[in-house]
């Protein structure tokens, strides 16, 4: 092992956030290890670069088999690893899934927590291991925005309830054995390699492939909810900032900034030159291209969640002022980059 180099561990690697947080500790000059989950399938596509890169690998960045359901398994790597900071970032997190899988969301996002937490206690690494939570403005459910770390929590979804759970037994065990323990509540922050099924990168793609000829229209639901967007690589950046801190604190990381699903779909429509037009009402809503009279968006009911949350709004005045944290990146340039990506992948 390297000395005098500080030693991360990152769950949930693989996925968006995880990808681009080992990138970033690794410019920062950690030793990364990423924990990923036995698969069938190749699912290490987002750090496919990085891993192949025998000067990183061999030296900084190290993958292990691994799932935060198992707490024999998180014993055993944290022991090996000894590493100064934990970031849970693994979950099962797309909203609408968890309600068709409650069960596997509350053990994986809020049970997940509990063993990180377990295992930093009964290793004696109390004085040793920072802990970083991910959680998540769905939390807030539909409390009155704007939303801060004072804002009364009040989930309206399986995925909201479990990384409820995860957020306050995180204080919990910060109160009571003196970890080092923070939760980072962010709100929705995208890229070009957020997942597929998530309705900004549905969106994107959707475009995308418009663009090129290969799709004629996207199907969606809720065009009306409204979402504090920011971009993902900010978002790291302030997760990173956290665990930096004297002490550990809970933080909100947003942009301040609420828009419409309907508004990131006329975004993106944008960049390729057409400005949609809105004919309807309800479900019975259709976006049209006012030159060929195409019908490019349609929706559909089963996109809908069974609870909706309807406006999301953070303020994240306590980590500019704490922290000096704050977005970089604009919504527009969020979404541009977005499509442009997909755009060139398609």
């Known amino acids: 092992m390297i000395k005098n180099k500080k030693v991360a561990l990152i769950s949930g690697v693989t996925g968006q956030d995880g990808s681009l947080l080992a990138r970033f500790l690794l410019k920062k000059g950690y030793i990364v290890h990423g924990i990923k989950r036995r698969s069938s399938s190749f699912n290490t596509s987002r750090l496919d670069d990085v891993y192949q890169d025998e000067s990183i690998k061999k030296k900084n960045f190290f993958l292990h088999y691994g799932d935060v359901t198992d707490s024999l398994n998180l014993l055993n790597l944290v022991s090996k690893v000894q590493p100064d900071e934990i970031y849970n970032l693994a979950a099962q997190s797309h909203v609408k899934v968890s309600f068709e899988s409650p069960e596997y969301t509350a053990n994986t996002d ?52 479990a990384k409820l759970y995860a957020y306050w037994i995180t204080k919990n065990y910060r ?58 690589e900010d978002f790291v950046r302030g997760m990173w900032k956290i665990l930096q801190h004297k002490q550990p604190d809970d933080f909100v990381l947003a942009t301040g900034k609420s828009y419409t699903v309907r508004q990131f779909v006329e975004a993106a429509f944008n960049l390729i030159g057409i400005k949609i037009k809105w004919i309807g009402k309800g479900i019975n ?23 909706e949350v309807d406006f999301l709004l953070g303020d994240y005045s306590k980590a500019k002022k704490i922290l000096k944290w704050a977005p970089k990146i604009s919504f527009n340039q969020m979404v541009e980059r977005m499509v442009l990506s997909d755009i060139k992948s398609v």
């Open 110 to 161: 809020g049970l997940g927590a509990l063993r990180f937490l377990e295992v930093i206690r009964s290793l004696n690494l109390v004085n040793k291991t920072k802990f970083y939570q991910a959680s998540t403005s769905e939390m807030f459910g539909n409390s009155a925005a704007p939303q801060n770390e004072k804002t009364a929590l009040s989930p309206e979804s399986p995925y909201g309830t």
């Open 175 to 232: 109160k009571a054995y003196n970890i080092f323990a923070s939760n980072g509540i962010l709100f929705n922050h995208e890229g070009p390699v957020r997942g597929e099924t998530f309705v900004t990168r549905k969106i994107t793609m959707s475009v995308a492939r418009i663009y090129k000829g290969l799709d004629h229209k996207i199907i969606l639901g809720n065009l009306n909810a409204k979402r504090d967007w920011g971009d993902a």
């Open 285 to 307: 809503e259709i976006g049209i291209d006012p030159y060929s009279k195409k019908i490019l968006v349609k929706i559909d009911k089963k996109y809908f969640r069974p609870n």
